[in-house]
């Protein structure tokens, strides 16, 4: 039995007074979330902040990005051990973001999971097809290919390790979401493409949506066999609609 991960992943928002109001919420609410595993994803800057206020909670917490070298002359970058001096026990990997807006490619991604797998961070590996993707029909070529390259890099044990969110990026921050059954069969897919190199580690693996998941549509997606949880944009700045999607986990 897979246990339910919802993530908030907070992108660039956020500032003290907002994040303490938000946080304040989820630790009120946090004891009716029954099932489900929570998380939140927080700007770096954010990250002490966050882990001092979640300390001691069944919140736990991580990073957007990292960056693949240990230490050095990287201007702007954060490394693993810096997450994890902080506790992060998360971080998300190849979000669609930073695969369009910032150029990283399955290769970096890939070697983005084997280096924050190495460090003991659970990686949270994004992937997901466009709109003009979907259109071409190619949606199950490209999350196919964005999986092979994680196994080929850290074979399929370590990738058992972590956790797939399916991201179809027509529906991130869209208001488009993905019809239950739209997201199912894509999981299902995943599902089966892992299970062709490792059965338990298919079985094993949670793989969450993301995509304007919400307080509203979230106990249908989250009914689905294959959907384990949720990575979540927008709703997770708001207190009462992550802890609706939390609580729908079950
Ligand atoms: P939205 O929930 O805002 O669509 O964002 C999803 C997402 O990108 C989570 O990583």
Redesign the pocket.
Known sequence: MRKPLI?G?W?MNGSLDDNKALLDGFKAGIGNVKVAEVAVCAPYIYIPDVAEQLTGTPIAWGGQNMSIEAKGAFTGEISTAMLLDFSCKYV?IG???RRTLYGEDDALVAQKFAVAHKAGLIPIL?IGETLDEREKAVTEEVVARQIKAVIDEVGIASLGDGVI?Y?PVW?????KTASPDQAQDVHAFIRGQLAAHDKAVADKIRIQY?????AGNAKELLAMQDIDGG??????LKVEDFLAICTAAG
Do not use: D, F, Q, R
């Open positions: 993530v992943n992108k998300i979000h669609s973001e994004c969110a991201e529906a991130i921050g869209t208001g993301g995509g304007s998941m919400n990575l979540i944009g927008g709703a997770s």
